[in-house]
């Protein structure tokens, strides 16, 4: 049994009946591990954005080295640094933490980038009308550049969204217990990795659907032009 | 710093392993990539519903989850695939599904002319395919396959999970036998970084000089 939940060998059709809800607190554990990644990674992202576009070269030149270095090396080895290397320097965080935190950092420097061209598709004409009526940058900033970025920024994010939903597996390789994690001790155990391992790849096939279909929904309400002001 | 280059050797041993199932798995997924971009587009049902079938199944779920399934769970359906096999067609299947998409959006990006034209000089379609499609497309193709081919040699680092002695099943191993995280995962990700940087700026050349020999037309027109 896993969760305290026993599961039934008797045929294969009850084992996976059985394992089902098994399955599903794995599932529980990814969906957490997906949103505070993707909230580390649009926040950090967003830091990541302004400070490369700063206009000072020690800030923005280390900046971009280092959003190249977390986009080019692999997601796994990044996670294995965190999770190692932290409570080095005295930060012992429990393992969901740490992957969630290793998602939300490798995304950030692609969130970085999808608001970087978000806030370059702007036309150029709004910055000039903004200078026209006297209005400070970060006023402009405020009220008028980044209302209109957020459409076009919203389907990118939406992939990455999507894209991290299915980088979750790799948290089982620090003990996280995700959906994978969670079958595969299923399998382990019984040594039937047939029908766990299937399903999973069935429930993922299904949350990307579903996840890539609220992308769309959310890109179809938000306004063509931009949030308006009031 | 002598620790530190100790570290080098086992590293490289593993880094080469990597470059090795990177390589295979890239060429696999081109393959793929193009049969089942152009597939998609196929006026045959079968054909055409094969491929989505597979591009929706291969970039719908984890890679992760595929490896794990190709190595612990095709067993118990009797083919026992080894760890070498199932990591390069795991990589390979996965990054063929995304690169399909790519062929696919690049071929529907030629302007209809081009069709127009090939008919207007009696070319049949396969002719017309591979002699004024391909290669339009190819041009347009190239920046994204840059991206996926650094995407893939990413990738290669799940399958130190499936027991191949790849660079990072090295540092892993290294991990555990000195103790010491730093030097050993920080070692590892300069050496993916230079290989990701190697790889990049090949990629880019082969953009070059696909796009100077497709002709300057195709290559503005797409840029």
């Known amino acids: ?27 529980v554990v990814t969906l957490q591990a997906t949103a505070l990644g993707f909230v580390i990674a649009l926040l950090l992202g967003l830091v990541l954005a302004v400070l490369r576009s700063l206009p000072l070269k020690i800030v923005s030149w280390p900046v971009a080295v280092f959003i190249e270095f977390i986009r080019d090396t692999p997601l796994l080895v990044q996670l294995y640094f965190l999770y190692f290397v932290l409570p ?21 420097a692609y969130t970085s980038e999808v608001y970087r061209a978000g806030l370059e598709a702007v036309p150029k004409g709004q910055w000039e009308g903004a200078l026209a009526l006297n209005m400070p940058t970060w006023l402009t900033y405020r009220d008028v550049i980044v209302p209109q970025a957020i459409p076009r920024v919203v389907p990118a994010l939406g992939n990455y969204l999507v894209s991290m939903l299915k980088d979750t597996p790799l948290l089982s390789a620090v003990t996280v217990l995700e959906m994978l994690e969670v079958a595969t001790i299923i399998g382990d155990r019984t040594f039937r990795y047939l029908t766990p391992l299937t399903m999973v790849g069935g429930l993922f096939l299904v949350l990307t659907l579903v996840a890539a279909w609220l992308v769309r929904f959310t890109e179809a309400k938000l306004p063509k032009g931009g949030i308006p002001l009031k | 710093m002598e620790h530190w280059l100790d570290l080098l050797p086992p590293l490289l041993r593993g880094a080469r392993v990597t470059a090795e199932l990177a390589l295979a798995s890239t060429v696999l997924g081109g393959v793929l990539a193009f049969a089942a971009g152009i597939g998609k587009l196929s006026k045959f049902l079968p054909v055409r519903w094969l491929s989505v079938v597979y591009i929706e199944i291969f970039r719908g779920t984890s890679l992760l989850v595929q490896m794990f399934w190709l190595f612990f769970a095709l ?56 002699r004024i499609i391909l290669p339009q497309a190819l041009v347009e193709m190239m920046p994204p396959f840059g991206n996926l081919v650094v995407q893939n040699l990413k990738d290669t680092a799940l399958v130190s999970l499936i027991t191949l002695t790849d660079l990072t099943f090295q540092a892993q191993n290294l991990r555990n036998l ?42 503005r027109a797409r840029g």
């Open chain 2, 178 to 219: 000195t103790l010491d995280s730093v030097p050993v995962y920080t070692m590892t990700l300069f050496l993916y970084f230079g290989m990701a940087l190697v790889l990049t700026f090949l990629m880019r050349l082969l953009e070059r000089y696909i796009a100077s020999r497709v002709g300057v037309a195709a290559a």
């Open chain 1, 88 to 108: 080095n320097f005295g930060i012992v965080l429990p393992a969901f933490l740490t992957g969630a935190i290793a998602l939300g950092l490798q995304y950030s």
């Open chain 2, 75 to 130: 067993p118990l359906l009797g083919v026992r695939l080894e760890p070498t096999t199932a990591g390069i067609l795991a990589l390979g299947l996965n990054i063929g599904a995304y690169g399909a998409e790519v062929v696919r959006g690049a071929i529907l990006a030629v302007d209809p002319k081009q069709y127009e034209a090939a008919i207007a000089v009696n070319f049949g379609p396969r002719y017309t395919l591979w």
């Open chain 1, 1 to 27: 049994m896993l969760f305290g939940i026993p599961w039934d060998l008797s045929s294969e059709w009850a084992f996976a009946v059985s394992i089902f809800p098994i399955l599903l607190r794995g599932l």
